[in-house]
């Protein structure tokens, strides 16, 4: 049992038999009343986003995540195929558990897989990772001095504002957290 005043983002928690990863937390300490805790979880089993308050102390179960180091295969239907790194097993996840995610994952990519006594949850991503530029506007000369941004169309269908100067065919490293430009790779 974890206390709710020991919140951080990225705790896996136990609430009523869900698994919930909390997203933001805030301590809230009223000047009349009690103080509490305002959270975002998501579900991880079905991804819903949802906003629960905490009495201040209340405890609640810290659930137990294991990452396994697997790497993705490819695509079979809805079913996305990925192979355990020591063991060399296959095993597939439903598109809809890792919806979000498709959109940084390429084929041959390492990732963690979050697993909770046996059950597959998702996919644990890179902080970074380096996607090909698919369709962009050409960039015109002398454009970067505004420093304005344009939209990009990455491999995977992954939508960025990029700089101007990027074109089609770059590759650019991409922040999975915000989905945004990082710099050029």
Not at 82 to 100: C, K, N, P, R
Not at 146 to 161: D, E, I, R, Y
Request: negative net charge; aromatic residues 8%.
């Amino acid at each position: 049992m974890i206390s709710v005043n020991d919140f951080r983002t990225g705790l896996t928690i136990s609430i009523d038999g869900q698994l919930y990863r909390v997203l933001d937390f805030q301590h809230v300490k009223p000047g009349k009343g009690a103080a509490f805790v305002r959270s975002k979880l998501r579900n991880l089993r079905n991804g819903n986003v949802t906003e629960k308050t905490f009495r201040a102390g209340e405890k609640v179960e810290k659930a137990q995540i294991d990452n396994r180091k697997m790497q993705y295969l490819y695509a079979q239907g809805d079913a996305h195929v990925f192979m355990d790194m020591e063991s060399y097993e296959q095993t597939e996840l439903a598109g809809v558990q890792i919806e979000e995610e498709l959109k940084y994952l390429l084929e041959n990519m390492e990732v963690h897989i979050q697993t909770y006594q046996g059950e597959m949850l998702g996919v644990e991503l890179p902080n970074t990772v380096v996607l090909e530029v698919a369709e962009t506007e050409p960039g015109i000369k002398g454009d970067t001095a505004s420093g304005g941004t344009k939209p990009a169309k990455m491999q995977t269908g992954l939508m960025v504002n990029v700089p101007f100067f990027v074109n089609e065919g770059d590759k650019l490293i991409i922040n999975t957290t915000e989905g945004s430009y990082v710099s050029r790779a």
